[in-house]
Nanobody, 124 residues
Framework: QVQVVESGGGLVQAGGSLTLSCAVH????????TGWFRQAPGKDREFVAAGAWSDGTTNFADSVKGRFIISSDNAKNTVLLQMNSLRPEDTAVYYC?????????????????WGQGTQVTVHS
């Protein structure tokens, strides 16, 4: 059984940083790509970042490019999302998901297992 568990959310001031962690149980990060999505109140879920850890390919939404970093700790089967220069518009529930293939796609189709989400609130 595959489990995805996010942690690390919280309240942060605009301009600050926060690192989210995604622990995956039952499926190897080496074999399957993982991604982060977010959903703000009243808005659709949107892609944030993804990575394919067998070759290190990463993919970022334009809105976070240059500010967010996605990485993996394969020994711990954990994905990290380092968020820098945070803005109030980054406020959302952040979800981690693991795919059924190695494609670090920006579309939610193909992401097979999802976590429960972790709240990130950025205040100005």
């Amino acid at each position: 059984q595959v489990q995805v568990v996010e942690s690390g959310g919280g309240l942060v001031q605009a301009g600050g940083s926060l690192t989210l962690s995604c622990a995956v149980h039952g499926r190897s990060l080496w074999t399957y790509a993982t991604g982060w999505f977010r959903q703000a109140p009243g808005k659709d879920r949107e892609f944030v970042a993804a990575g394919a850890w067998s070759d290190g390919t990463t993919n970022f939404a334009d809105s976070v490019k240059g500010r967010f970093i996605i990485s993996s700790d394969n020994a711990k089967n954990t994905v990290l999302l380092q968020m820098n220069s945070l803005r109030p518009e980054d406020t959302a529930v952040y979800y981690c998901a693991i795919r059924s293939d190695r494609n670090p796609s920006s579309t939610s189709v193909g992401y097979e297992y999802w976590g429960q989400g972790t709240q990130v609130t950025v205040h100005s």
